[in-house]
């Protein structure tokens, strides 16, 4: 009987992954992170808190497996946090889920699984880990047999891009339940079962942070970011106060604080002269971007390729011409995208594999 070491957040997805592998005829065991602790007691949106935590743990004993925790808050903060709070005072819009599935928790559960004797470690996402050749991808020539990272057959719910900066060996270890599943589909058999996370809500994007308040989680821990500056319109104008860069984000329209009969939206922000730039809805489109910090789970052929690209979890993959420079790339939509922001990722497919990606850098 294979071994499987499970992320278990406490939420409903990550608990029918336990139940699906133990039915598949796993041994299965549960292991949560303390990452982060909520003010708030009741708060359960929050994936990672202590609350979250003992969830999961009446939801292993209620199927039958084994669960333990591990307190790693001092390595979020330093991975996750830290990074999250300079980014914004650095004008970018960072992701954290990236951050910490990089550098926590991946990394964490094969430490454990190598520590427990399990070949293998599961999360509930929604995307698929699926063997295959490369002689089909992008006119490779080579028919190398490999798994490769996918896309989840729901596109409404797919999670593929917060997984590109895994490593190849994570990821030949890795399960992924959920990606062959439907969204109502698991959330039924989380009700059929009763598992203690059956009614508990999806955890919200920036899990850390209660109330989406992330400006005024800045503030305190870098209160020095809240100087304000001008907002500047198309004209060089300008037209308003900003309140600290880091309550801004490219492509944002409420909260700007101007009064005009058309709305504005943020089109640029410029750390270095301390302003906003704010234009009409079709000055927000972009064409092309420069990504950095690459990583290929699928070497490019050739420095100039084809594939489509996600400036977003839960857009549509859309098609581009991407250029590589050394550790750079240029990316070419073939038509405009809206809002991407410095600080994102960009994520590259090849069809429903995910082939890479970078962070974004302008």
Request: aromatic share 8%; proline share 4%; glycine share 10%.
């Amino acid at each position: 009987m294979s071994k499987v070491i499970v992320g278990m957040s406490g939420g409903v997805y990550s608990s029918v992954t336990a139940y699906l592998l133990k039915k598949a005829g796993f041994e299965v065991e549960g292991l949560s992170f303390v990452l982060w602790e909520a003010r708030k007691r009741s708060d359960f949106t929050a994936c990672c808190s202590l609350e979250s935590v003992n969830s999961a743990a009446k939801t292993a004993d209620s199927i039958g497996i084994k669960h333990t925790s591990a307190d790693v808050r001092c390595e979020f903060i330093e991975n996750v946090i830290e990074p999250f709070v300079d980014a914004y005072t650095r004008g970018l819009t960072p992701n954290p889920c990236i951050l910490c599935n990089k550098y926590i928790k991946f990394p964490f559960l094969v430490r454990e699984a190598e520590r427990r004797g399990a070949e293998y470690i599961a999360t509930g996402h929604y995307a698929r880990v699926e063997e295959g050749r490369t002689g089909s991808i992008n006119g490779r020539g080579t028919n190398e047999r490999r798994v490769f990272l996918k896309k989840g057959i729901d596109a409404k719910k797919d999670q593929s891009y917060v997984l590109y900066s895994l490593r190849e060996e994570e990821i030949k270890r890795l399960i992924l339940p959920l990606g062959n599943y439907r969204k109502a589909d698991v959330r039924e058999i989380a009700r059929s079962l009763k598992l203690n996370a059956a009614g508990r809500p999806e955890s919200q994007e920036i899990c850390f942070i209660e109330g989406k308040n992330y400006s005024g989680f800045i503030e305190k821990l870098s209160p020095a970011a809240g100087e304000h500056g001008p907002i500047i319109d198309g004209s060089g104008k300008a037209i308003g106060t900003h309140k600290g860069i880091y309550c801004y984000t490219i492509g944002q329209r409420k909260g700007l604080g101007l009064s005009s009969p058309e709305p504005h939206y943020v089109t640029k922000i410029d750390i270095l002269k301390n302003t906003v730039h704010v234009g009409a809805r079709e000055d927000v489109k972009v064409r092309s971007l420069l990504v950095a910090d690459l990583n290929w789970l699928i070497t490019p052929e050739s420095e100039l390729f084809s594939a489509t690209v996600k400036v977003r979890s839960m857009m549509e993959s859309q098609p581009a011409s991407i250029e590589l420079s050394g550790d750079c790339a240029k990316v070419v939509f073939d038509m405009p995208q809206w809002a991407p922001a410095p600080g994102q990722s960009a994520v590259f497919y090849f069809g429903d594999m995910v082939a890479g990606g970078g962070i974004i850098m302008r």
